[in-house]
T-cell receptor, first 112, second 117 residues
C-alpha cells in the first residue's frame, strides 16, 4: 500500500532563517505531488504541484520554492523565512490528476 | 467569485443522528470532480468520498454519502449515525478539467462539526 511521510511534524524558526520541509511517498511510481499551506482556521492554499522529476508548477508567487530531486521526493524550501510564512504545511500525492489526493500528517511551522 | 462555498462555519449534532454539511460550487467546465475531506484536530487530511460530474448515482462510502444536485451545483455531505469521532473540520474540494496528467484542487473554507454524546 502507498504511504506518505512528511517531516518534521513541528518546527519553530526565527525570521530570516532558511527552511527545508521534506515529503516522500512509498508504494507508487511517478505520483503527482503537491504542497499546500493552511493558515489558522482557514482552508488549504495550493503552493506547488509536480507531475514529474524537476517539473514544478507554482500557484502562488511567494517566498517559497519547491524541488523534486527524485520521483517520490518533494521538498519545500525558503532561503529567508518571513513571519507570514507561519502555518500548517501539507504534502499530498495522487495517482493522476483525477484521483483523490492523499495527505501527509503536516508540519506546523511557527516563525518567531 | 468563490469556486467552493461552505456556508456553515460550525454544525452541532447529537451522537447517532444524521447531519448534512453543505457545499456549493461554481464551474463552467463540464468535467469536474468533487471531494470531501475530514481534518481532525491532529491536522491530517483524510479523504472521505468522491463524486464525478458524469456519475449518474450519488457516491456512498460507509456512513458517508454525497447528495449531488448538479443543476443546483451542490454536493452536500451526509453523515449518517454520527459518532463522537466524527468531530472534525470538513472540507469540500473541486477538481476542474481533465483527469489525466495533472489537475489541482480548490478547497472551501470548511465546516467544523461537533458531535455531542
Amino acid at each position: 500500500s502507498q504511504t506518505i511521510h512528511q517531516w518534521p511534524a513541528t518546527l519553530v524558526q526565527p525570521v530570516g532563517s532558511p527552511l527545508s520541509l521534506e515529503c516522500t511517498v512509498e508504494g507508487t511510481s511517478n505520483p503527482n505531488l503537491y504542497w499546500y499551506r493552511q493558515a489558522a482556521g482557514r482552508g488549504l492554499q495550493l503552493l506547488f504541484y509536480s507531475i514529474g522529476i524537476d517539473q514544478i508548477s507554482s500557484e502562488v508567487p511567494q517566498n517559497l520554492s519547491a524541488s523534486r530531486p527524485q520521483d517520490r521526493q518533494f521538498i519545500l524550501s525558503s532561503k529567508k523565512l518571513l513571519l507570514s510564512d507561519s502555518g500548517f504545511y501539507l504534502c499530498a500525492w495522487s495517482v493522476t490528476g483525477g484521483q483523490p489526493q492523499h495527505f501527509g500528517d503536516g508540519t506546523r511551522l511557527s516563525i518567531l | 467569485a468563490q469556486k467552493i462555498t461552505q456556508t456553515q462555519p460550525g454544525m452541532f449534532v447529537q451522537e447517532k443522528e444524521a447531519v448534512t454539511l453543505d457545499c456549493t460550487y461554481d464551474t463552467s467546465d463540464p468535467s469536474y470532480g468533487l471531494f470531501w475531506y475530514k481534518q481532525p484536530s491532529s491536522g491530517e487530511m483524510i479523504f472521505l468520498i468522491y463524486q464525478g460530474s458524469y456519475d449518474q448515482q450519488n457516491a456512498t462510502e460507509g456512513r458517508y454519502s454525497l447528495n449531488f444536485q448538479k443543476a443546483r451545483k451542490s454536493a452536500n455531505l451526509v453523515i449518517s449515525a454520527s459518532q463522537l469521532g466524527d468531530s472534525a473540520m470538513y472540507f469540500c474540494a473541486m477538481r476542474e478539467g481533465a483527469t489525466v496528467g495533472y489537475s489541482t484542487l480548490t478547497f472551501g473554507k470548511g465546516t467544523m462539526l461537533l458531535v455531542s454524546p
